[in-house]
């Protein structure tokens, strides 16, 4: 018998990660996303993968522009999360913020622990989602803390 959803979303709520925001950019569109399903592909060459919701905004804008920025969340960003991962006010998640072009176009915003910046190499049509592999071209990291996802709910190292 296949697994329902509920118990999908019970066991994988077991699952304790990070959490990141992709961003990304086709010609004047820009948007993003939070995402926890992210991780490190290949070191040589540097590649990661998120996977994107076939129902999200954020995933045509991949598609088109073939890049995408990924922000590890530092402890605090919470309202940064909640901000790209709220369906209200979804258009002006930009507004008021500080980003910045990364190399690859995608916009780059200020503060996360950690960012990766990428262009995709592949994509892999599973499922409801998209995965997006990308080849990292540039990274940036901080000195902090970071963002915990577990149980449904943000948590820091020391919880
Ligand atoms: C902690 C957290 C993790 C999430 N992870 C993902 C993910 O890995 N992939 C995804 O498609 N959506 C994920 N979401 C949901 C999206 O952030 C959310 O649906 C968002 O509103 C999509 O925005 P868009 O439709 O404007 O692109 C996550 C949300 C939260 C709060």
Redesign the pocket.
């Known amino acids: 018998m296949a697994v329902d959803a509920e118990q999908f979303k019970h066991a994988l709520r077991r699952w304790p990660s990070g959490?990141t925001v992709v961003t990304s950019r086709a010609g004047e569109k820009i948007?993003?996303?939070?995402?926890?399903?992210?991780s490190s592909v290949s070191l040589d060459p540097p590649l990661v993968l998120?996977?994107?919701?076939k129902?999200?905004?954020?995933?045509p804008v991949i598609a088109e522009g073939r890049v995408f920025a990924v922000h590890i969340l530092a402890q605090g960003q919470e309202p940064l999360?909640?901000r790209?991962?709220?369906?209200a006010d979804?258009w002006r998640?930009f507004e008021g913020m500080e980003w910045k072009s990364g190399v690859t176009g995608a916009p780059i915003l200020p503060d996360a622990l950690a960012v990766l910046d990428c262009r995709v190499v592949a994509a892999h049509d599973v499922g409801d989602?998209v995965i997006y592999v990308g080849e990292v071209e540039t990274v940036q990291v901080a000195d902090a803390e970071p963002l915990l996802?577990y149980g449904g709910r943000y948590r820091s190292l020391s919880d």
Do not use: I, L, P, Y
Not at 31 to 38: C, E, L, N, R
């Open positions: 959490v948007h993003g996303m939070t995402v926890s399903a992210f998120v996977c994107a919701d129902a999200s905004n954020t995933h999360s909640h790209f991962s709220s369906k979804e998640r989602h996802w």
